[in-house]
């Protein structure tokens, strides 16, 4: 199975994915967590990146493509995977397409968690990483309502989209994932 997790920061996307590969065997993607390593082994990309993730910002579509492309390219990834925060663009989408469809292996779900920006506000505070302080909270949400957002239409008009409601309990917020990738195995 391969799929894409599409939600704005907070949504548990991470939190998750940690719950779906371990039922479903998947490779879990997250680019947020291949920045964070970047950026702690000071690679010139994580240094690049760490400027735009410490204002909330999305690093640019080049930089992420080119990773994401590369990691897709590795054996391990052909019995499937979860991308966890990547396309966060319609370019990014747009590229993640091409390669896909170039192999005539195209993805098979899009699972999108939805949830109430003053929820965001709460659990991401309560997280305390370094970019989760209230004003670059802020820009990112504005970077996912203008950039990520339209993604929702993008995969609906696809066929693939489906929504999650990403309030409840982790527990509970599974139990509905699994219902959908159930329903699509
Ligand atoms: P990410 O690392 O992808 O981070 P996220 O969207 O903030 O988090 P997520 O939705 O995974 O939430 P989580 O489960 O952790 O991105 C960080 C940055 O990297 C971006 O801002 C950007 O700069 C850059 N980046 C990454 N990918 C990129 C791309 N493709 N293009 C450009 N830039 C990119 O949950 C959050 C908190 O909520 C946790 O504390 C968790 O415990 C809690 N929580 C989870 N589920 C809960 C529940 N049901 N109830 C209550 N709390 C819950």
Same mark, same amino acid.
């Given at each position: ?24 065997? !998947? ?30 910002? @999305? ?30 663009? !319609? ?8 390669? @896909? ?18 929820? !965001? ?65």
């Amino acid at each position: 199975m391969k799929m894409v997790f599409v939600g704005p920061p907070g949504a548990g996307k991470g939190t998750q994915a940690e719950k779906i590969i371990a039922k479903y065997g !998947l490779l879990h993607l997250s680019t947020g967590d291949m920045l964070r390593a970047a950026r702690d082994a000071k690679t010139p990309i994580g240094i690049k990146a760490e400027e735009y993730m410490s204002s909330g910002q @999305l690093v640019p579509d080049e930089v992420i493509i080119g990773i994401v492309v590369d990691r897709l390219a590795q054996p391990d990834a052909k019995k499937g995977f979860l991308l966890d925060g990547f396309p966060r663009t !319609l370019v990014q989408a747009g590229e993640l397409d091409r390669n @896909l469809n170039a192999a005539s292996d195209p993805l098979d779900v899009v699972l999108e968690l939805r949830v109430p920006e003053d929820e !965001l506000y709460k659990r991401l505070a309560s997280r305390g990483r370094a970019d989760d302080k209230p004003e670059v909270i802020k820009e990112r949400l504005v970077a996912y309502r203008k950039q990520t957002e339209p993604l929702v239409e993008y995969y609906s008009k696809q066929g693939i989209l489906k929504t999650i409601d990403g309030i409840g309990s982790v527990d509970e917020i599974f139990a509905r994932v699994e219902k959908v990738l159930d329903s699509c195995r």
